[in-house]
């Protein structure tokens, strides 16, 4: 089961009127608050499931995931987190295994590799936009 299968899942055990759009997306009524119109959204993306409500913002996720009984680690297909890599050989692997929701992230492979994660999809004619801190 994926982790957008498993949250759809609760969503409607726990009563939630749960709408898809296509595409691994969906809207449903938030179980955070008193929703009669849903503006919770829900989208899978990369072995992960992304979750907003336009009513509760940003720093609801962990309030929703307690209200219907998940944990953070919930929102990954592996329950252990997701694994990023990078061309140059480092792996990263970013898991919650606290119960407060923080993120903890792992690193094996190439330790010293340092492309940016992502880059080997950049292709000729491709623009990329670069930020000075």
């Known amino acids: 089961m994926t982790a957008y299968e498993r949250l759809l ?3 409607t055990e726990h ?3 749960v709408i898809e759009n296509g595409s691994r997306t969906a809207r449903a009524t938030c179980p955070a608050h008193d929703d009669t119109n849903p ?3 829900v989208k899978a993306i990369d072995g992960r499931v992304l979750l ?3 009513v509760c913002g940003r720093e609801a996720t962990p309030g929703i995931i307690a209200a219907l009984g998940l944990t953070m680690g919930d929102l990954f297909d592996i329950r252990g987190g997701h ?3 990078y061309p140059g050989g480092l792996i990263v692997r970013r898991y919650y295994p606290n119960t407060d929701g923080r993120k903890t992230f792992a690193q094996k492979g190439n330790k010293a590799d340092r ?3 992502g880059s080997d999809h950049i292709t000729q004619g491709s623009r990329v936009y670069a930020t000075r801190l």
Request: proline residues 0%; hydrophobic residues 20%; aromatic residues 12%.
């Open 9 to 11: 899942g609760a969503l």
């Open 15 to 17: 009563g939630c009127r």
């Open 39 to 41: 503006s919770l959204s």
């Open 52 to 54: 907003y409500c336009h």
């Open 83 to 85: 694994d990023y890599r």
């Open 115 to 117: 492309s940016l994660h």
